[in-house]
Structures are given as structure tokens and as C-alpha cells.
């Protein structure tokens, strides 16, 4: 029942989309957007997964607020600047010279997010293992376990990647969710 609109900057992948989802808006976009092609207040749900070089931007928060309708979530995965995984990522980069999945740290995007008018659900870290996204080893079920057991996803700050589902709250709203102290009850 869901109306869904797809955004993708290669048209390749976007006719793909849409023969997987005929019934979908696939819409293509320029590379260099600063713009979700939505009118205000009337998504329900944005989720922006695995698309680094669109949520890290400056421009992605407000329009994520922009688009989202009063109580409408954003679900995404941040990859994490200050992780353990980013700085080995960085110092392989200086061989290469390419530096592109890794902008910015956690804790920074998610203060910009909750200053915008955000509330988190649920955050929580994860891929601590030595695995590419691609990986199929046998090992990462192994590392994903232990991540559980050790409690790290319990620390976004520094984990590797973090997924994050935060609700769109009006300030009125907001305002009233919060006790004496300003924190959120």
C-alpha cells in the first residue's frame, strides 16, 4: 500500500528500480542535487541507506525535514568518521588517493539532526569486522555475534556504521516532550 518514489543518479539503476517496482515514481536526479524531488510535509518515510554521499551533506538534514510530514521517519546508516574502521579506511585512502566513504563524524550528523527538529528512535552501531560490503566469508556471522554479545552496538559514537531511525518532530511538539531539565522524556 505504500506509494513510493526512488531517486537514483544513474539511469541504469533507476530502470532497473522501476522493472522491479512498476508501480514506483523512479525519478532521476543530478549528481551535484541539493534537493529531494518532494513537496513539503508529504513523505511518511525516507530512508537513505547506503547513499554516504547524500546524508553526510549539509543540505540532506533540512531537506529531510523539509519532506517529511509531522511525525514521518528517516531511517539511514551513517558511516562514521570517528570510528576505528574510518581511520584504517583514511590511511589506506593516502595510497590510493580516493577518501570517499567516511565524511564526517556520527556524533556531529546527530546533533545537526536533533538542532533540525528531530527525535531518535533507535540507534545502533555495527560492521566492527574487517569485512567489504561485498564479503560473503564465513567469518562475519561470527563477527556480527560478537558485536552483540560484547554490547557494541551499543556505542554509536565510534562504531563503524550506524543505523538510525529518527521521527520528524514539530517544535510545539518537541517543546512539550520535554521535562524540567530540557532533556526528552
Known amino acids: 500500500g505504500w506509494n513510493l518514489i526512488c531517486t537514483e543518479i544513474y539511469p541504469e539503476n533507476l530502470a532497473i528500480c522501476q522493472s ?33 554521499p547524500v546524508i553526510h551533506t549539509d543540505w540532506f538534514i533540512s531537506e529531510a525535514f523539509r519532506v517529511l510530514c509531522d511525525g514521518g521517519l ?14 584504517i579506511h583514511r590511511l589506506s585512502a ?30 545502533e552501531g555495527f560492521c566492527w569486522g574487517p569485512f567489504s560490503r561485498q564479503s560473503n566469508s564465513k567469518w562475519v556471522p561470527i563477527f556480527a555475534e560478537m558485536e552483540r554479545r560484547l554490547g557494541l552496538r551499543k556505542l554509536p559514537a565510534v562504531s563503524p556504521w550506524v543505523a538510525v ?19 526528552e522524556s
Open 94 to 123: 593516502l595510497q590510493s588517493g580516493e577518501d570517499r566513504q567516511y565524511y564526517l563524524a556520527y556524533s556531529e550528523w546527530k546533533s545537526k539532526l536533533r538542532r533540525q527538529g528531530f527525535h531518535f528512535i533507535s540507534e
Open 74 to 87: 528517516l531511517v539511514g546508516v551513517f558511516l562514521n568518521k570517528a570510528s576505528v574502521r574510518a581511520l
Open 20 to 52: 522491479r517496482l512498476p508501480s514506483a515514481k523512479c525519478v532521476l536526479v543530478e549528481r551535484d542535487s541539493q534537493a529531494l524531488p518532494c513537496d513539503s510535509s508529504t513523505i511518511g518515510l525516507l530512508m537513505c541507506i547506503e547513499v554516504n
Open 165 to 183: 531511525i529518527a521521527k520528524k518532530v514539530v517544535r510545539d511538539s518537541l517543546n512539550a516532550s520535554l521535562d524540567d531539565d530540557g532533556q
